[in-house]
T-cell receptor, first 117, second 116 residues
Framework: AQTVTQSQPEMSVQEAETVTLSCTYD???????LFWYKQPPSRQMILVIRQEAYKQQNATENRFSVNFQKAAKSFSLKISDSQLGDAAMYFCAYRSQGGSGTYKYIFGTGTRLKVLA | GAVVSQHPSWVICKSGTSVKIECRSL??????MFWYRQFPKQSLMLMATSNEGSKATYEQGVEKDKFLINHASLTLSTLTVTSAHPEDSSFYICSARLSVPNSPLHFGNGTRLTVT
């Protein structure tokens, strides 16, 4: 069974600085998808970034980028120029390729990010 | 696009009663929806996968008779917590995905259930 591990329960970053959140996963599949979701105090889950396992190029979305190391099964999230609005719980998620619609999403335990003014 | 609406946002009920939570995909059709439960400061735990027109697939340890899921149309799935007890108090979140390979999950805004 696939597992997702986020080893940092909490992280802090100074406003305008850069922070990296780590995520590792375990799978025997070769095709899958990885996601980072953000959950602010409102508790609405918001997609931050996604990565297809077959793509070697790291995904980037504005200030957010990932470092995807497939062999190491590592998928870290880098937030540049941190803003106060980035403060939230961040979840790493794994999605199998699935078959006949049998997709399953597995979430890590989350990292709480604090942004210091 | 890809908006998921969940209702109600919060509900308080008495022990022994049943509560229904609705999850709607507003601008897309969702053949599959997922129901998650989140305890305070914890991750999302998948409860069940709701499939339109067929029975839901429950995760191990989730009581199907207690958490009734109905997915009667391509835009609506409901979760009914039957004979609720205080230990059922939690945050419930539904999600859905578009029918394209790389679609992420789109989440509802969650329902805070408190059983007194």
């Amino acid at each position: 069974a696939q597992t997702v591990t986020q080893s940092q329960p909490e992280m802090s970053v100074q406003e305008a600085e850069t922070v990296t959140l780590s995520c590792t996963y375990d799978t025997s599949e070769s095709d899958y998808y990885l996601f980072w979701y953000k959950q602010p105090p409102s508790r609405q889950m918001i997609l931050v970034i996604r990565q297809e396992a077959y793509k070697q190029q790291n995904a980037t979305e504005n200030r957010f980028s990932v470092n995807f190391q497939k062999a190491a099964k590592s998928f870290s999230l880098k937030i540049s120029d941190s803003q106060l609005g980035d403060a939230a719980m961040y979840f790493c998620a794994y999605r199998s390729q699935g078959g006949s619609g049998t997709y399953k999403y597995i979430f890590g335990t989350g990292t709480r990010l604090k942004v210091l003014a | 696009g890809a908006v998921v609406s969940q209702h109600p946002s919060w509900v308080i009920c008495k022990s022994g009663t049943s509560v229904k939570i609705e999850c709607r995909s507003l601008d897309f059709q969702a053949t599959t929806m997922f129901w998650y439960r989140q305890f305070p400061k914890q991750s999302l735990m998948l409860m069940a996968t709701s499939n339109e027109g067929s029975k839901a697939t429950y995760e191990q340890g989730v009581e199907k008779d207690k958490f009734l899921i109905n997915h009667a149309s391509l835009t609506l799935s409901t979760l009914t917590v039957t004979s609720a007890h205080p230990e059922d108090s939690s945050f419930y979140i539904c999600s859905a995905r578009l029918s394209v390979p790389n679609s992420p999950l789109h989440f509802g805004n969650g329902t805070r259930l408190t059983v007194t």
